[in-house]
């Protein structure tokens, strides 16, 4: 096994769950608790439960998905409470947190200070809910917003990241989670509204927002690994980061690592394969790091070379 730490908290290995997929009930977190999964991230929460938006809000597509899920969850004060039940997993336990106001991610957030959760995982790039822009897209909030929570704190928290795609705004943002302190960041979320056609039907494939979701899967892996590795680039070296978006394979984490991530979370392959992905992509690393000599992430951690 290849041991990692995310904000100083160990990892048995580098692989476990995305926010997001099958996470968001006692039985779905059960589940992870007794998968390999090397942590168990719990669905974004909001201050009250959600729906989440109307069915159909997720699609497999060829080389991914498609979802506008909406936020459904039961609220943060269950996700509070389920946290001492997972505690004998002997796992790290990851609340993410995705209040619809500044005033409900404090309170949310203050409420985690006395939790038995080991990190909190800041969602600052949900995509579909209607009416609230990716916080993450504006500078300005993210800044603001960053400074009230990290004051509050006392877990190590992190934030999810929207998808960058231009230098300028990467150096913006990495600018405001190095002033931050912000302990570890994830990217990337799904790539926002995105647009796949049923050309039999000549319809869209999902029905919140007219068809607009976020894609995940083999598609947005570049834009993935880019987004990693710029950030490795920018940001204060105590800044860990947790690399996700089209991870299906044992190469896959080693790409993320060598861009500089020092775990990586599964979300669409989570949905398609259920928990069995996390055992074979794992076989799969720890075979690829002993045929290349590699015995710690370390040794490939962001040593990445260019031409
Ligand atoms: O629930 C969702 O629709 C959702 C969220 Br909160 C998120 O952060 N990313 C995503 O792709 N879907």
Known sequence: MLKTTVAGIELEHPIF???????????ELTVLGESHAAAITMKSCTLEA????PEPRYQDIPH????????PNLGYKKYIAFAPLLKKYNKPIIASVSGLSLEDNL?????????PVDLIEFNLSCPNVIGKPQMGYDPEQTDDVLGKIMHITKKPL???LPPYFDFVHFEQIAAILNRNNVRFVTCINAIGNALVIDPEKEQVIIRPKNGFGGLGGAYVKPTALANVRKFSELLNPTIDIVGVGGISSGTDVFEFILAGATAVQIGTTFMKEKHGCFERIEREFNELMAKKGYETIEDVKGNLKTL
């Open 17 to 27: 769950n995305a926010a997001g997929p099958l996470d968001a009930t006692l039985e």
């Open 50 to 53: 959600r729906e989440g938006n």
């Open 64 to 71: 991914g998905s498609l979802n506008s899920m909406g936020l």
């Open 107 to 115: 309170t949310i957030i203050q409420a985690l200070n006395d939790a």
């Open 158 to 160: 992190g934030v999810k």
